[in-house]
Structure formats: structure tokens, C-alpha cells
């Protein structure tokens, strides 16, 4: 079957950086995505990675292991607003998305 | 960057009645959008894979009968919930695909009373 994991939440100070890790098991890859989604609106999309390695955009970095079926998001010089869920998704042979359940973030002062 | 939008954001309907729910992608053609619901504290559901010109591919689990999809073009959608209940009531989201990116409406929060 098709799966994706990453930990159900987690905790970090202002400031800091934070590391959300997710693992994939799905049937073809055409690519893995990371969405930010506050509570009670629709996810915001913060990366894309079909190929191995490290994509940086400002704060927020993804990367990419195809062997592993692995990724990480990491989040620099936290923020307040930070707080949020944070999905990730696998694209699989079907154009299909298969969702992760999401990692709840929670930004202590 | 690219623009999906939903019509209407926020409906609120009598048991027993339909409502539609339209998606739209602004600048760019899409040939593939998504229906998505999400229930409170959970993640996104996928409902159905709407393709312009054929018939929507639903998910396991997903009546569609009730949920009638309809990609009558390469910008819009629609998604008619028919004879709701308030176990309907959810947020409904649709995405559509431009090239290898996913970009999402705003969602449409159906509550039936």
C-alpha cells in the first residue's frame, strides 16, 4: 500500500530551528510537496523536490532523498506565525497526491 | 503565481437540498483538478480526480451519486453536493494542477443544517 509518515507534532522555541521529517512508501514518484496549512484554510504550498538534494527558499528548506523515500523541512529563525500544521505529500505514477496526516507545530515564546 | 478560486466560500443549505461548488483556475489551463474534504483536526481527504472532457475518477468510499463532479472545461469544475445532510456539512477544497505544481482554491465551507 501507499504511506506516508511524519511525526504527529511538535514543539520548538522562537527563534530556533525546527526539522519535520517525513517517510514515503507509494507506487511511482513524480515529486514530493510540503504545504503549510493554519487552522480552517486551505493549504499553502512552500516547495516541491523531484530530485535528490537541498532546495532553500528564505527560512524554509526541503530536501529530498529518492532511495530513502525520505524528506525533511526545515524551518530557520522561527516565527510565531510558524505555528501550523505542516503536510506532506507524495505525487505518485497517477498524477494522484497522497497526503501525509500532517504535523502540527507549536512556537513557544 | 498561478490562481485557483471557489465559488462560493461560504454556503449554508437546508437538509435535503443540493449545492454546487465551483473551482475555477484563472490564468492557466487545467486539464486535471482535485476535490479534496477535510474534516475537522484531520487531514485533507481526497474525493475524486475531475479530468476535462471525461468523467471524474472518485475515491474508495466517496458515493458519486452524491457527489457529482463535472469538468466541463480546462478552467473550471464543479461539484455538486446532492440531497446534503449535515454529516456533509465540511470544508471543500480543489486544486488544480499546472505543470508540476499544485495550487489550491480557498476552500468552501458547507454547513447543513
Known amino acids: 500500500g501507499q504511506n506516508i509518515d511524519q511525526p504527529t507534532e511538535m514543539t520548538a522555541t522562537e527563534g530556533a530551528i525546527v526539522q519535520i521529517n517525513c517517510t514515503y512508501q507509494?507506487?511511482?514518484?513524480?515529486?514530493l510537496f510540503w504545504y503549510q496549512q493554519h487552522a480552517g484554510e486551505a493549504p499553502t504550498f512552500l516547495s516541491y523536490?523531484?530530485l535528490d538534494g537541498l532546495e532553500e527558499k528564505g527560512r524554509f528548506s526541503s530536501f529530498l532523498s529518492r532511495s530513502k523515500g525520505y524528506s525533511y523541512l526545515l524551518l530557520k529563525e522561527l516565527q510565531m506565525k510558524d505555528s501550523a500544521s505542516y503536510l506532506c505529500?507524495?505525487?505518485?505514477?497517477?498524477?494522484?497526491?497522497?497526503w501525509g496526516a500532517g504535523t502540527k507545530l507549536i512556537i513557544k515564546p | 503565481g498561478a490562481v485557483v478560486s471557489q465559488h462560493p466560500s461560504r454556503v449554508i443549505c437546508k437538509s435535503g437540498t443540493s449545492v454546487k461548488i465551483e473551482c475555477r483556475s484563472l490564468?492557466?489551463?487545467?486539464?486535471?483538478m482535485f476535490w479534496y474534504r477535510q474534516f475537522p483536526k484531520q487531514s485533507l481527504m481526497l474525493m475524486a480526480t475531475s479530468n476535462e472532457g471525461s468523467k471524474a475518477t472518485y475515491e474508495q468510499g466517496v458515493e458519486k451519486d452524491k457527489f457529482l463532479i463535472n469538468h466541463a472545461s480546462l478552467t473550471l469544475s464543479t461539484l455538486t453536493v446532492t440531497s446534503a445532510h449535515p454529516e456533509d456539512s465540511s470544508f471543500y477544497i480543489c486544486?488544480?494542477?499546472?505543470?508540476?505544481?499544485?495550487?489550491f482554491g480557498p476552500g468552501t465551507r458547507l454547513t447543513v443544517l
Open positions: 486544486s488544480a494542477i499546472k505543470i508540476n505544481e499544485q495550487f
Open positions: 505529500a507524495v505525487m505518485d505514477s497517477n498524477y494522484q497526491l497522497i
Open positions: 523536490n523531484v
Open positions: 507509494t507506487s511511482g514518484f513524480n515529486g
Open positions: 490564468d492557466f489551463q487545467a486539464t486535471t
